[in-house]
C-alpha cells in the first residue's frame, strides 16, 4: 500500500482503525522482547514479520501524543505531551508486565485496517514507557513520557581521582572558551586540566597568571637568527645565541623557514635546562636530560617563542606551568575550529544521551545550521560551550540553541528533530505541506501574539572567571576592564526602522509596554580569539532576533483527520482558508501537533508573521 492509499483509506469514515502499541521491554540485558497491544482483535498473517503474532485486544483508552513550540517566545522553548496507555485486564491476562523492565524502552503507535497485513500498518506516534502501574484489579495503566528520557543525562568529564583537587571534573569544551579555570592536577608537577575531551584540533591560545599572558600563542618570537648569530655543539648539545633571555623551566616552540638543527624538529616545544650565560640545552622533559644534538647547521631562519608552560592539550588536554603562580590560573582554549549549535547539540544527544544516533535526525540539524549560516554568516554561528562541572544535557542544549530561536523535539516517529522557528523567513520558503478549509475539522483559535521585545541585547564569549581581585599591577586599565566583564561580545540590534518593513510607526513599536529591550545570554563565541571585547556593536545577529520579534506574529490552532499523521514540527504549511487574510493561500510553520488517537484527529499549531496595517484611517 502506498501512501496515497493509505491517505484514502483514513479519509474514509467508513472503515474500523486498528491501533497496534508494540512495547518494548528488556529480557536478557542486551536484547529485548515485545508486548503486542491493540484496541482490537488483530493478527498477523503468516507471512508477516513476526508471522501469526495475535496482539492483546486490550486497548481500553490512549492519551494525547504531541510536540510543541511555545509561539509566545521566540526561544524555541518546546513542549511535550505523551499520553498513558489503559488496557483492560479484569482476567489478570496482562498481569506479566508488571514484572517487566521496559523504563526508557520505546512503545510504537500503528494505525490500519483489521484486514491488512502488517507491513501496511504506518506508525503514528511513539512514547517511551516510565512505568507500569495497576489501577485497581481491572485495568493496568503505562505511563509514557518522551526524548527526554533520554535526554535527561549528566554531562561531565573524568573525576579527577588524586591532587589538590581530587573529587572535581576535568572540563569539558566545545568551541572557543574564554578565561576558562584549569584544575590543577599535580601541585608539585604544576599541571592543570584544561579540556578533558581534548583532541588533535585542540588549540590553547593563551595562559594568564593574575591576568597576565604567559606567553599566548600569537606573541611574536623571543629571537631568531641565521646560521652566525645561532649555532650548536653536538658535543655539549648546547645552543649559543648571545643575549637570548631564557631561564630554566622555560618552554620554547622552535620554529624555521627552512630546516632546523638535527635532533630537533620545527614545530615542536621543548623545556629549558642548562643555561649557562649565552648557552642553554633543550629538553623533553621539565628539568630532564637534554636532547641529542646530531646536526649543527640549519637552513634559513630559526626562531624562538617563549612560554611560561608546556602546551600538552592536543596529547593529553593539560599544561604545566614553569614556575608556581603568582595567583589565579586561566587560559583561552579552542577545542574544534568550527563549533556549529545544531551540530554541536547532536553530538552531544547521541555522545551523552541514553539513546543512539539512530535516535537523531541528523540531517534536520545539519539543515538548521545552514540556515542559521545564511541568515548570520558563519562567523556569528560559531559556539563556545563548557561543562566545567556536571551538567544536564537538556540544559546545554538549551543554552547553545534558544537563544537562536532553535527548537528540538521528538518527532512522530521518535527520532529527535531541529531547525529554527524564525517567523520573518517563512513566507520566503517553499511550502511542503497544504491545508484548506476542506481539510479543517475545527478551527480553534486564530490571534495575534504579543509583542515580546522591542530590542535586542546579545551577549556573547562568555567570560568563564571574571576577575576584579588579585589582578597583577602591570595590567592596564583597558585589560581590567575586560577581565572583569563577564561576557566579552555585546551585540545590541538596530532600533526598529523602516527598513524592517516598509511604511510602519517604529515608534510606536519601540515605545509600546510590552516592547521592552531583552539580554539575551547565548553560547556564541564568533570572535574568540581576538582579544579585546567588543562592546555593544550593531550587529546582524541581534538584528534578526528583533526582527522576528515584529508585528504581528499570527497563530492559529486548526484541528485536522489522521491524513496529517506523517507532518512535521517545523514544516510550512500553505493555508488557504476564507477568513484572517488566507483566501489567497498564506504561509505558516508547524510549531504544535498534537495526535488524538481516541478522537482519530490531529491537532496542529501554525506560527506566522504579518506587516500590520497602517495606511487605512478608517474601516466601515
Given at each position: 500500500?502506498?501512501?496515497?492509499?493509505?491517505?484514502?483509506?483514513?479519509?474514509?469514515?467508513?472503515?474500523?482503525?486498528?491501533?497496534?502499541?508494540?512495547?518494548?521491554?528488556?529480557?536478557?540485558?542486551?536484547?529485548?522482547?515485545?508486548?503486542?497491544?491493540?484496541?482490537?482483535?488483530?493478527?498477523?498473517?503468516?507471512?508477516?514479520?513476526?508471522?501469526?503474532?495475535?496482539?492483546?485486544?486490550?486497548?481500553?483508552?490512549?492519551?494525547?501524543?504531541?510536540?510543541?513550540?511555545?509561539?509566545?517566545?521566540?526561544?524555541?522553548?518546546?513542549?511535550?505531551?505523551?499520553?498513558?496507555?489503559?488496557?483492560?485486564?479484569?482476567?489478570?491476562?496482562?498481569?506479566?508486565?508488571?514484572?517487566?523492565?521496559?523504563?526508557?524502552?520505546?512503545?510504537?503507535?500503528?494505525?490500519?485496517?483489521?484486514?491488512?497485513?502488517?507491513?501496511?500498518?504506518?506508525?503514528?506516534?511513539?512514547?517511551?514507557?516510565?512505568?507500569?502501574?495497576?489501577?485497581?484489579?481491572?485495568?493496568?495503566?503505562?505511563?509514557?513520557?518522551?526524548?527526554?528520557?533520554?535526554?535527561?543525562?549528566?554531562?561531565?568529564?573524568?573525576?579527577?581521582?588524586?591532587?589538590?583537587?581530587?573529587?572535581?571534573?576535568?572540563?569539558?569544551?566545545?568551541?572557543?572558551?574564554?578565561?576558562?579555570?584549569?584544575?590543577?592536577?599535580?601541585?608539585?608537577?604544576?599541571?592543570?586540566?584544561?579540556?578533558?575531551?581534548?583532541?588533535?584540533?585542540?588549540?590553547?591560545?593563551?595562559?594568564?597568571?593574575?591576568?597576565?599572558?604567559?606567553?599566548?600563542?600569537?606573541?611574536?618570537?623571543?629571537?631568531?637568527?641565521?646560521?652566525?648569530?645561532?649555532?650548536?655543539?653536538?658535543?655539549?648539545?648546547?645552543?649559543?645565541?648571545?643575549?637570548?633571555?631564557?631561564?630554566?623551566?622555560?618552554?620554547?616552540?622552535?620554529?624555521?623557514?627552512?630546516?632546523?638543527?638535527?635532533?630537533?624538529?620545527?614545530?615542536?616545544?621543548?623545556?629549558?635546562?642548562?643555561?649557562?650565560?649565552?648557552?642553554?640545552?633543550?629538553?623533553?622533559?621539565?628539568?630532564?636530560?637534554?636532547?641529542?644534538?646530531?646536526?649543527?647547521?640549519?637552513?634559513?631562519?630559526?626562531?624562538?617563542?617563549?612560554?611560561?608552560?608546556?602546551?600538552?592539550?592536543?596529547?593529553?588536554?593539560?599544561?604545566?606551568?614553569?614556575?608556581?603562580?603568582?595567583?589565579?590560573?586561566?587560559?583561552?582554549?579552542?577545542?574544534?575550529?568550527?563549533?556549529?549549535?545544531?551540530?554541536?547539540?547532536?553530538?552531544?544527544?547521541?555522545?551523552?544521551?541514553?539513546?543512539?544516533?539512530?535516535?537523531?535526525?541528523?540531517?534536520?540539524?545539519?539543515?538548521?545550521?545552514?540556515?542559521?549560516?545564511?541568515?548570520?554568516?558563519?562567523?556569528?554561528?560559531?559556539?563556545?560551550?563548557?561543562?566545567?562541572?556536571?551538567?544536564?544535557?537538556?540544559?546545554?542544549?538549551?543554552?547553545?540553541?534558544?537563544?537562536?530561536?532553535?527548537?528540538?523535539?521528538?518527532?512522530?516517529?521518535?527520532?529527535?528533530?531541529?531547525?529554527?522557528?524564525?517567523?520573518?523567513?517563512?513566507?520566503?520558503?517553499?511550502?511542503?505541506?497544504?491545508?484548506?478549509?476542506?481539510?479543517?475539522?475545527?478551527?480553534?483559535?486564530?490571534?495575534?501574539?504579543?509583542?515580546?521585545?522591542?530590542?535586542?541585547?546579545?551577549?556573547?564569549?562568555?567570560?568563564?572567571?571574571?576577575?576584579?581581585?588579585?589582578?597583577?599591577?602591570?595590567?592596564?586599565?583597558?585589560?581590567?576592564?575586560?577581565?572583569?566583564?563577564?561576557?566579552?561580545?555585546?551585540?545590541?540590534?538596530?532600533?526598529?526602522?523602516?527598513?524592517?518593513?516598509?511604511?510602519?510607526?517604529?515608534?510606536?513599536?519601540?515605545?509600546?509596554?510590552?516592547?521592552?529591550?531583552?539580554?539575551?545570554?547565548?553560547?556564541?563565541?564568533?570572535?574568540?580569539?581576538?582579544?579585546?571585547?567588543?562592546?555593544?556593536?550593531?550587529?546582524?545577529?541581534?538584528?534578526?532576533?528583533?526582527?522576528?520579534?515584529?508585528?504581528?506574529?499570527?497563530?492559529?490552532?486548526?484541528?485536522?483527520?489522521?491524513?496529517?499523521?506523517?507532518?512535521?514540527?517545523?514544516?510550512?504549511?500553505?493555508?488557504?482558508?476564507?477568513?484572517?487574510?488566507?483566501?489567497?493561500?498564506?504561509?505558516?510553520?508547524?510549531v504544535r501537533k498534537v495526535v488524538d488517537l481516541a478522537d482519530m484527529s490531529i491537532e496542529l499549531g501554525l506560527l506566522t508573521q504579518r506587516t500590520p496595517d497602517t495606511t487605512t484611517s478608517d474601516y466601515p
Amino acid at each position: 500500500m502506498n501512501d496515497a492509499d493509505f491517505l484514502r483509506w483514513l479519509a474514509d469514515s467508513r472503515h474500523r482503525r486498528v491501533i497496534l502499541a508494540e512495547m518494548a521491554f528488556w529480557f536478557d540485558g542486551v536484547t529485548y522482547g515485545i508486548v503486542y497491544l491493540s484496541n482490537a482483535p488483530y493478527i498477523t498473517r503468516p507471512t508477516d514479520s513476526p508471522p501469526n503474532r495475535r496482539y492483546h485486544a486490550r486497548i481500553a483508552g490512549i492519551g494525547d501524543f504531541g510536540s510543541h513550540i511555545n509561539p509566545a517566545t521566540l526561544a524555541g522553548e518546546k513542549h511535550a505531551q505523551i499520553g498513558q496507555i489503559e488496557l483492560d485486564n479484569p482476567d489478570g491476562e496482562l498481569d506479566f508486565m508488571l514484572r517487566l523492565v521496559n523504563e526508557g524502552l520505546p512503545t510504537k503507535f500503528f494505525i490500519g485496517d483489521a484486514t491488512w497485513p502488517r507491513g501496511w500498518f504506518r506508525q503514528v506516534a511513539v512514547g517511551y514507557a516510565l512505568r507500569v502501574r495497576a489501577a485497581g484489579e481491572d485495568q493496568l495503566i503505562v505511563e509514557m513520557i518522551d526524548q527526554r528520557l533520554l535526554i535527561d543525562a549528566s554531562v561531565e568529564g573524568a573525576e579527577i581521582t588524586s591532587g589538590p583537587e581530587a573529587g572535581r571534573r576535568w572540563p569539558l569544551v566545545w568551541g572557543g572558551a574564554t578565561n576558562l579555570q584549569p584544575r590543577l592536577l599535580d601541585a608539585a608537577a604544576l599541571s592543570y586540566a584544561v579540556a578533558g575531551n581534548f583532541s588533535a584540533s585542540t588549540e590553547l591560545h593563551d595562559v594568564r597568571d593574575n591576568g597576565v599572558s604567559l606567553g599566548a600563542i600569537d606573541d611574536a618570537a623571543l629571537f631568531s637568527g641565521d646560521n652566525l648569530a645561532l649555532t650548536a655543539n653536538a658535543g655539549t648539545d648546547a645552543l649559543t645565541f648571545a643575549g637570548h633571555g631564557l631561564s630554566n623551566n622555560d618552554v620554547v616552540l622552535v620554529e624555521s623557514t627552512g630546516t632546523v638543527f638535527g635532533g630537533l624538529t620545527a614545530g615542536a616545544r621543548y623545556w629549558v635546562v642548562g643555561v649557562a650565560g649565552n648557552d642553554w640545552q633543550l629538553s623533553n622533559a621539565r628539568g630532564g636530560s637534554a636532547v641529542d644534538i646530531t646536526g649543527t647547521a640549519f637552513t634559513g631562519t630559526m626562531s624562538f617563542k617563549r612560554f611560561r608552560y608546556m602546551d600538552n592539550t592536543k596529547t593529553a588536554g593539560t599544561i604545566q606551568l614553569s614556575a608556581s603562580p603568582a595567583g589565579q590560573i586561566t587560559v583561552d582554549v579552542q577545542n574544534g575550529l568550527e563549533q556549529y549549535p545544531f551540530d554541536l547539540a547532536r553530538r552531544l544527544i547521541v555522545t551523552y544521551g541514553e539513546g543512539s544516533a539512530d535516535d537523531v535526525d541528523a540531517a534536520s540539524f545539519n539543515s538548521a545550521d545552514a540556515s542559521l549560516v545564511t541568515r548570520l554568516g558563519s562567523k556569528y554561528a560559531i559556539v563556545g560551550l563548557v561543562a566545567a562541572e556536571r551538567r544536564n544535557l537538556t540544559d546545554l542544549l538549551e543554552q547553545l540553541l534558544l537563544p537562536l530561536g532553535g527548537w528540538y523535539a521528538q518527532d512522530y516517529d521518535g527520532k529527535l528533530r531541529a531547525g529554527l522557528v524564525s517567523p520573518t523567513a517563512i513566507q520566503d520558503q517553499e511550502a511542503t505541506r497544504a491545508l484548506t478549509i476542506d481539510d479543517v475539522l475545527q478551527l480553534a483559535s486564530y490571534e495575534n501574539l504579543q509583542i515580546p521585545f522591542g530590542g535586542v541585547l546579545l551577549l556573547a564569549r562568555q567570560n568563564h572567571f571574571p576577575q576584579t581581585d588579585g589582578l597583577a599591577s602591570s595590567l592596564d586599565a583597558a585589560a581590567r576592564a575586560a577581565a572583569a566583564r563577564p561576557w566579552r561580545e555585546e551585540y545590541e540590534a538596530g532600533r526598529a526602522t523602516g527598513v524592517m518593513y516598509s511604511g510602519y510607526d517604529a515608534d510606536w513599536w519601540n515605545h509600546h509596554p510590552t516592547a521592552i529591550t531583552v539580554t539575551m545570554e547565548s553560547a556564541l563565541s564568533p570572535q574568540f580569539g581576538t582579544g579585546a571585547p567588543v562592546s555593544r556593536a550593531t550587529s546582524e545577529v541581534a538584528d534578526a532576533l528583533l526582527e522576528d520579534a515584529r508585528p504581528w506574529r499570527q497563530y492559529a490552532v486548526v484541528r485536522v483527520g489522521l491524513e496529517a499523521w506523517d507532518w512535521r514540527l517545523g514544516e510550512v504549511v500553505n493555508f488557504t482558508y476564507p477568513r484572517f487574510g488566507c483566501e489567497a493561500g498564506w504561509k505558516f510553520r508547524i510549531v504544535r501537533k498534537v495526535v488524538d488517537l481516541a478522537d482519530m484527529s490531529i491537532e496542529l499549531g501554525l506560527l506566522t508573521q504579518r506587516t500590520p496595517d497602517t495606511t487605512t484611517s478608517d474601516y466601515p
